[in-house]
């Protein structure tokens, strides 16, 4: 299968800081990348996305960026809050099919 | 926005017994459903691709004949766990995505325990 992972598989940030969680892909075939945010017990939420035509979208405290040099994708949150709590994954559309990172923890400390 | 429902939530079962779950497409039609499965701690491991219509594609190493899916509307598949033992107990979570969209939303997941 394809290769999605994350750099970081916990993540503890002060609230109101900004907060950035990487994810490295493989196929470079890969033409489409979307953020899931997950909280304990719930399915995925659909955070942001973006187009391998773009290397950067922004969304409301929310910005992707994507480097496909280096098959790099990031997901940067602004003024992290509390509520941002959850486990964080990348997806690549590779194929028509979407495969999944391992998942970031992200911790928000008040 | 595209909604997508999971039921049930949650679900305990007996080892041997069969368990089903529904998901349902409430604001879009999908002729493509997917079904996912996860651990603790750990990212989602596609299963099956449910077709509406036709033949569910299994993901290599899921079993067809443990994981019965099942696509007999546009807005609704169903995944049916047989002979449930407890190395089935798991997060199961839908996707589907409305025409034309690239964007995949998920159900809320159930949570099933086999004791």
């Known amino acids: 299968g394809e290769s999605v992972g994350l750099h970081l598989p916990t993540l503890s940030v002060q609230e109101g800081d900004n907060s950035i969680i990487n994810c490295a892909y493989s196929n470079s075939a890969s033409d489409y990348f979307i953020w899931y945010k997950q909280e304990s017990g719930k399915g995925p939420q659909f955070i942001i996305d973006?187009?391998?035509?773009?290397d950067k979208r922004q969304g409301q405290r929310v910005t992707v960026l994507l480097n496909k040099t280096v098959k790099h994708l990031s997901l940067q949150i602004a003024a992290t809050q509390p509520g941002d709590s959850a486990v964080y994954f990348c997806a690549e559309n590779a194929f028509n099919q979407f495969y999944f990172g391992t998942g970031t923890s992200l911790t928000v400390i008040p | 926005g595209a909604v997508v429902s999971q039921h049930p939530s949650w679900v305990i079962c007996k080892s041997g017994t069969s368990v089903k779950i529904e998901c349902r497409s409430l604001d879009f039609q999908a002729t493509t459903m997917f079904w996912y499965r996860q651990f603790p701690k750990q990212s989602l491991m596609l299963m099956a691709t449910s077709n509406e219509g036709s033949k569910a594609t299994y993901e290599q190493g899921v079993e067809k004949d443990k994981f019965l899916i099942n696509h007999a509307s546009l807005t609704l598949s169903t995944l049916t766990v047989t002979s449930a033992h407890p190395e089935d107990s798991s997060f199961y979570i839908c996707?589907?995505?409305?025409?034309?969209?690239?964007?995949?939303?998920f159900g809320s997941g159930t949570r099933l325990t086999v004791v």
């Open positions: 996707s589907a995505s409305p025409q034309g969209s690239y964007g995949y939303t």
């Open positions: 973006i187009r391998s035509n773009m």
